[in-house]
């Protein structure tokens, strides 16, 4: 008898498990399934992520629901869009050999009448966000009169996330003598005043830490404006001439363009992503383990499993959305008994994620600051310096020193090292000049440029480019906006749609985040903008709205690649994929790129064609 039998699963759920390859219950499972098979209890597991909660309740609960009553029986409250798809997938999976049970996401950002419509179709397990949940039962689309089960899965994210009052309804409109099981990573205050007053007498289980993370990797994060980020990334890497490492971006399409940018400007960069055929992938990870890309720019899943030893830095370009997945990401460093450091490169509205990542890891972030062009300089002088004491000479010079010798004799061995030096040091130090006053702002004046000026109360208006169009009126695009955005409730206000396009507002502390989530956000493949509008969303102002979207109120741009952030002015992309091309794109007089590297004349590996 398999373990999961042990614990009292039935034969279609032992039967999807093994499909899924799981051998052993993990501790959570272990403890939760046997106490919620035999009866009806409200329960309190706490469990870091990763420990495979989704199949701690799950498996019981598929075992729980009749799949010959078309009623909802289970509401499964999750805090993030992404969470909901993959809880629902995974419980699919798990019921695969049950017939007629059905399974439907709830979530904002997509059409709520289909959503209605699937759940009317018969669905015994609803997993939604909170948000759209409360909506959907506000106006009378789902009927949750009838629930036995309710799951609040990852509850203290969801409260983290403003979600109190709505799970507090929730809660309340459905059945009292339903069971309410509660999982969570950690029990903050609000996470018990849940349990105490929607919970009866919930039985308590908490397992010990299973994913703190490798204490060979220190984690460092550097505060930065949003409109920095890339050339944060740049300066990282120049500080750290030796640099391997892998750079996660959120999506492909900031993985492609951070790679191309990163090429553009001189560096050993290639993209990672889905995008890419499986011998484009593969070609990738070759020239990654030979070294001769330095910055691998990824995606999680094309990342998911990258075993290259002695990876020196994971850069976050960008956080993941779930933080979880910053375990995976920075395990790809600090691998077999190496030290390894992980870098977020985080604006000032994400900072709490670093808190929720130190719990996470059981380490603490240290904060740091971008180093400066001339700490730069200074880098870059010694770690020059080194390679010239360090190279191998190949004898095949022999036959030209006698010549070069003549041409150097005046020169006093301080003056030849000066002078040496100098070939590769004038030209960052030439870099570095124009741009100097670029380090102080990032660091000296976080959070003041590319902040929004608010309006008399405070608040902020945005142009967006979806609209009616594409199926939203104001109700679904507050959803959307909200529930993308991780805001409460009343956060955004004054949503105007318009056919191809939309208003909205927030408060002003909101801003940089709207800007920084919404513009790395594609929906349907699409990429969306959003802008600050000048018009300041206040009705009835004589015609002044009118005037001042004609006047180009807001800015697109100025064309139709306007999309592309922090890439407005620099016109045309270069065609072609990024991926392989390694250094020989370098171009020394890019304004705006990179110095040119040492070595970009002279280390051999670094000049071997490289066949794509
Ligand atoms: P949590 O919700 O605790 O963060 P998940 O339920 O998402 O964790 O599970 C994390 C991963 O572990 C998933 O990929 C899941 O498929 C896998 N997993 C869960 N239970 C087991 C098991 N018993 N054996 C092997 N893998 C498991
Ligand atoms: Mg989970």
């Not at 373990?3 to 699963?9: I, M, T, Y």
């Not at 509401?75 to 695969?96: D, G």
């Not at 004609?550 to 690649?561: I, N, P, T």
Request: charged share 30%.
């Amino acid at each position: 008898m398999n373990k999961f039998e042990q614990l009292g699963l039935n034969e279609s759920l032992l039967r999807a498990i093994t499909d899924l390859g799981f051998e052993n219950p993990s501790e959570v499972q272990e403890k939760a399934i046997p106490l919620l098979l035999e009866k009806d209890t409200d329960i309190v597991a706490l469990a870091q992520t990763g420990t495979g909660k989704t199949a701690a309740f799950g498996f019981p609960l598929i075992q729980k629901i009749d799949p010959e009553n078309r009623n909802t029986q289970a509401l499964i409250l999750s805090p993030t869009r992404e969470l909901c798809l993959q809880i629902t997938n995974e419980i699919k999976l798990y019921a695969k050999y049950i017939k007629g049970l059905h399974t439907v996401a709830v979530y904002g950002g997509a059409s709520i009448t289909e959503q209605a419509r699937e759940v009317k179709r018969g669905a015994q397990i609803i997993v939604a966000t909170p948000g759209r949940m409360q909506d959907m039962i506000n106006r009378g689309l789902v009927d949750v009169s009838k629930i036995d089960y309710c799951i609040l899965d990852e509850a203290d994210e969801m409260l983290n996330m403003g979600f109190y009052d709505d799970i507090v309804n929730i809660l309340s409109t459905s059945p009292d003598d339903k069971s309410t099981w509660l999982f969570s990573a950690t029990m903050p205050q609000e996470v018990a005043r849940i349990a105490k007053e929607f919970m009866r007498k919930p039985l308590e289980i908490t397992v010990g830490h299973k994913n703190s993370g490798s204490s060979t990797v220190s984690h460092e994060f550097y505060l930065v404006n949003a409109r920095d980020r890339y050339e944060a990334l740049k300066r990282l890497a120049d500080a750290n001439p030796d640099i391997f490492s892998v750079v996660f971006c959120r999506t492909k399409r900031d993985t492609q363009a951070v790679a191309e940018k990163l090429i553009e400007d001189g560096y050993n960069a290639a993209a990672l992503h889905g995008d890419l055929s499986q011998a484009q992938r593969d070609s990738v990870m070759k020239s990654f383990r030979n070294r001769q890309i330095q910055m691998l720019v990824a995606t999680d899943v094309a990342a998911r499993g990258i075993d290259v030893d002695n990876v020196t830095h994971v850069i976050n370009y960008q956080l993941p959305d779930e933080v979880e997945t910053y375990n995976h990401r920075s395990g790809r460093t600090g691998r077999a008994g190496k030290l390894g450091t992980s870098i977020v490169i985080i604006t000032k509205s994400e900072l709490r994620k670093i808190s929720a990542i130190e719990r996470i890891i059981k380490q603490k972030f240290e904060e740091k600051t971008i180093p400066s062009g001339m700490e730069i300089c200074e880098i870059q002088l010694f770690h020059l310096a080194n390679r010239i004491k360090d190279v191998e000479v190949d004898h095949e010079i022999d036959s030209y020193l006698p010549a070069i010798y003549e041409v150097m004799k005046d020169l006093s061995k301080e003056e030849l090292i000066k002078k040496m030096v100098s070939v590769e040091f004038n030209r960052f130090i030439n870099y570095y000049k124009k741009n100097r006053d670029l380090s102080a702002q990032s660091a000296g004046e976080r959070g003041e440029r590319g902040a929004a000026r608010p309006n008399d109360s405070g608040a902020v208006r945005y142009f967006i480019n979806i609209g009616s169009r594409d199926n939203y009126d104001w109700m679904s695009l507050k959803d959307f906006l909200r529930d993308t955005l991780g805001l409460g409730r009343d956060d955004v206000f004054k949503v105007d749609v318009k056919e191809g396009f939309s208003f909205f507002n927030t408060d002003a502390e909101h801003s940089e985040k709207v800007l920084d989530i919404l513009n790395s956000f594609q929906m349907d493949g699409r990429r969306i903008n959003v802008e600050i509008s000048k018009n300041d969303g206040r009705d009835n102002n004589s015609g002044r709205r009118d005037h001042n979207n004609r006047g180009g109120g807001f800015k697109r741009g100025g064309s139709d690649r306007g999309f592309e952030r922090g890439n407005r002015n620099s016109g045309e992309r270069r065609g072609g994929s990024s991926y392989g091309e390694g250094r020989s794109g370098a171009r020394n007089s890019s304004p705006g790129g990179r110095p040119p590297r040492r070595g970009d004349s002279a280390a051999p590996r670094d000049r071997k064609p490289r066949r794509n």
